[in-house]
């Protein structure tokens, strides 16, 4: 391990925050006559099996069907919904702008809201909803009524990031919180592939003839949507604490395993300063340029994809499901690296490996000539290696960001900032440049270069954070010799922020 994750010296009683213990620390002293013995014979990796079954799968089809139900709309393309609804010029790209503008502005009110209702909820309630909208969306008649759809689609799905990030870092540890947010990031890949069979399928459809494919659909897949949303409203539970499917035995024990993370699980106590410190953190703002950048890439072949391998001459039928190995590869590098880091640490060196396949895609989409369809439809595969460094970032964001409302305010910028390369990324696809689209092929891979070298310099950061950190704490502790071992329980739950706790070390 290189990320000093078991590095946590003893934090003096003085630092706790009086009166802003966390719910989980107020748990353990309601339960203190649990006895220690029988939390030691709880055995953890049956215990994380359990967490894993009753939470992981709903996570996972939430983020399946938030990929779907956000690119249904590339798949509408080749299946004539431009024609039907007048479509003309930039309108389509500004119709997949729309969805990731709305998508930023709703990550404002998250930052408060997370902080007030249950992850658990406030995920399952949004899922419900844009389920009605995905189905109403079958309803629009022209290129307004599709943008006010696609609003209200980015208001709703904005929340899919950030509650999937606080509830998989209030279940596990640092160490294993990578593989569990691969797994339901796997939902993209996944959904790139079920995709194209569904735009495969819905292209042979006709029950009425004023009914189009497209249309039903929108219909199927915001009735599954919204299905998926009631059961993860009533079955994720608003904390651990609160889990119907563990003992208090076992939550005792979860509760002393991941206090090791020092970032808390739940605490409804809004605090300013924390978004002030937020602000004012170069990790926060250099894992945001970082989700930019592959974001941008990602917009690119989440809308255009499919009219990518269509004009290289393919039909409707066959452009969709020659989309599908763009999933196969994308849940191959979000497994590789998902589980890699499980065994190797080094999240850095992972994001800068991704980068170098999105990159040779990208040069040979900018550079191949046309009649090598082969090379060019090899080039939109490898791009979506892309995808596999955003769940590392993620988990970097709620495991190295203590505080719960920092933690909230973060996990709502980083997401809040994979909008703004998606917003970017389609308008780099514009009419002038077609059917090649050169420039957008090039900003592919532009970003993705620039990605790899600012994982270096994350990287770099936290390294030296960590020795400037590690060097306080030895002259203090010539000082101010550690205090009891209480304390230093406390100060897990004590509300610090990463900045504030000086026993808290970043994961790299």
Request: contains cysteine; aromatic residues 12%; charged residues 15%.
């Amino acid at each position: 391990m290189t990320d000093a994750e078991s590095k946590a010296p003893s934090v003096g009683a003085q630092q706790v925050a009086s009166g802003n213990q966390d719910d989980a620390w107020r748990y353990l002293q309601d339960h203190a006559a649990v006895q220690q013995a029988d939390v030691e014979s709880v055995d953890l990796q049956q215990l994380r099996r359990k967490i894993d079954w009753n939470i992981v799968p709903l996570m996972f089809c939430c983020y399946t069907l938030q990929f779907i139900d956000k690119v249904i709309i590339n798949y509408a393309a080749v299946m004539g919904i431009s024609a039907e609804l007048n479509l003309v010029g930039n309108d389509f790209s500004n119709v997949g702008t729309s969805f990731f503008i709305a998508y930023l502005i709703a990550e404002v009110p998250n930052t408060f809201l997370l902080q007030k209702v249950p992850a658990g909820k406030w995920l399952g309630a949004n899922v419900i909803l844009w389920g009605i909208v995905v189905a109403a969306t079958a309803g629009v008649k022209n290129y307004t009524t599709l943008v006010v759809a696609r609003v209200f689609l980015g208001l709703f799905e904005a929340t899919i990031g950030p509650s999937l990030m606080l509830i998989s870092s209030q279940y596990y540890t640092k160490s294993e919180q990578a593989p569990r947010f691969s797994i339901w990031y796997l939902g993209l890949g996944v959904g790139q592939i079920l995709g194209g069979l569904i735009s495969f399928a819905f292209q042979h459809v006709s029950l009425h003839a004023s009914l189009s494919g497209w249309r039903i659909m929108f219909i199927v897949l915001g009735l599954i949507t919204s299905l998926i949303g009631c059961l993860t409203f009533f079955f994720i539970p608003d904390t651990p604490m609160k889990a119907r499917f563990l003992s208090e035995v076992e939550k005792v024990a979860l509760l002393k395993h991941i206090s090791s993370n020092k970032t808390g699980i739940w605490n409804t106590k809004f605090e300013i300063k924390q978004i002030i410190e937020a602000l004012l953190d170069p990790q926060l703002w250099l894992l945001t340029l970082m989700v930019i950048l592959q974001s941008v890439s990602s917009g690119v072949v989440t809308t255009y994809s499919s009219t990518l391998i269509r004009n290289l001459g393919f039909s409707p039928q066959h452009s969709a499901l020659l989309n599908m190995p763009s999933g196969i590869v994308s849940i191959f590098f979000t497994l590789l690296v998902g589980f890699g880091i499980r065994r190797a640490s080094h999240r850095w060196a992972w994001v800068f490996m991704c980068s170098i396949p999105g990159i040779i895609g990208g040069g040979l989409m900018s550079f191949l000539p046309k009649w090598d369809t082969a090379g060019l439809l090899i080039g939109v595969y490898l791009v979506n290696a892309i995808v596999a460094p955003l769940p590392i970032i993620y988990h970097w964001t709620a495991a190295n960001c203590a505080g719960y409302t920092k933690r909230a305010f973060a996990s709502a910028l980083v997401a809040g900032s994979f909008s703004v390369g998606n917003i970017i990324g389609p308008q780099t696809f514009q009419v002038k440049d077609a059917p090649d689209y050169r420039p957008a092929k090039i900003a592919v891979l532009a970003t993705q270069a620039a990605a790899g070298v600012l994982a270096i310099v994350l990287f770099i950061y936290y390294v030296w954070e960590n020795k400037r950190r590690d060097a306080q704490t030895n002259v203090q502790a010539e000082i101010d010799p550690p205090s009891d071992e209480s304390s230093v329980k406390a100060v897990d739950w004590s509300g610090l922020t990463d900045k504030e706790n000086s026993s808290f070390r970043y994961v790299y």
